[in-house]
């Protein structure tokens, strides 16, 4: 069994940076994926980035060159660090795994676990 608990997110105003945080239980080697997602209100949930347990990463094309995933398989911890923040990106923010396998997806539904949610809001 695999927890994971968001942190981190907060109002910010446009240009901003912020940077969220997910604690998950358990080994390391039991979430070899894990990834970030968000869904804005009235829309769907949609992957923002994803990376593997040997620190590969993969990004939406929405935030490449913005955000920066990554994790601290020590202390089994994933973080999104997030630039240049824009209104569009106002959304709850989910941390995931998908349990046992490496998988660089950004496809939800192979995550298997996934955390509460946090909100980011960026205003203009």
């Known amino acids: 069994q695999v927890l994971l608990v968001e942190s981190g997110g907060a109002s910010v105003q446009a240009g901003g940076s912020l940077r969220l945080s997910c604690a998950a239980s358990g080994p390391a080697y039991n979430s070899r994926t894990m990834g970030w997602f968000r869904q804005a209100p009235g829309k769907e949930r949609e992957g923002v980035a994803a990376i593997i347990h040997n620190g590969a990463t993969t990004y939406a094309n929405s935030v490449k060159g913005r955000f920066i995933i990554s994790r601290d398989n020590a202390k089994n911890a994933l973080d999104l660090q997030m630039n240049s923040l824009r209104p569009e990106d106002t959304a709850v923010y989910y941390c995931?795994?998908?349990?046992?396998?490496?998988?660089?997806?950004?496809?939800?539904?192979?995550?298997?676990?996934w955390g509460q949610g946090t909100q980011v809001t960026v205003s203009a």
């Open positions: 995931a795994a998908i349990l046992y396998r490496a998988r660089l997806s950004l496809n939800q539904a192979e995550y298997s676990t």
